[in-house]
């Protein structure tokens, strides 16, 4: 059984997240975001990118194969196809 945390949330904690958020405030990224934040958004697109996913809906499908991991590796909100071609194409 699984005691520590997952590869991905191990390779996640390189990034220094107060960065992060310093350049969501700087840029606006937050603006007008309700639930699908930044930080998800570019988890899911690192998820996508490390698990060699080519398609939304190849990201969608194994994301939902995986939903009781997700809050582990720090995706709180449901992600839907619609949700991730909408943030990709409205923000930078």
């Known amino acids: 059984m699984n005691?520590?945390?997952?590869?991905?949330?191990?390779?996640?904690?390189?990034?220094?997240?107060?960065?992060?958020d310093f350049c969501i405030k700087k840029y606006r990224g937050s603006y007008k975001v309700q639930s699908f934040t930044c930080w998800e958004q570019f988890l899911v697109m690192a998820f996508a990118q490390l698990t060699y996913q080519e398609?939304?809906?190849?990201?969608?499908?194994?994301?939902r194969a995986m939903q009781s991991k997700l809050?582990?590796?720090?995706?709180?909100?449901?992600?839907?196809?619609?949700?991730?071609?909408?943030?990709?194409?409205?923000?930078?």
């Open 3 to 20: 005691q520590g945390q997952t590869i991905f949330s191990q390779i996640m904690n390189y990034i220094p997240k107060h960065k992060f």
């Open 55 to 63: 398609s939304l809906r190849d990201i969608e499908i194994y994301l």
């Open 71 to 92: 809050y582990h590796i720090g995706i709180r909100s449901k992600i839907s196809r619609s949700t991730l071609a909408y943030t990709n194409q409205n923000r930078d």
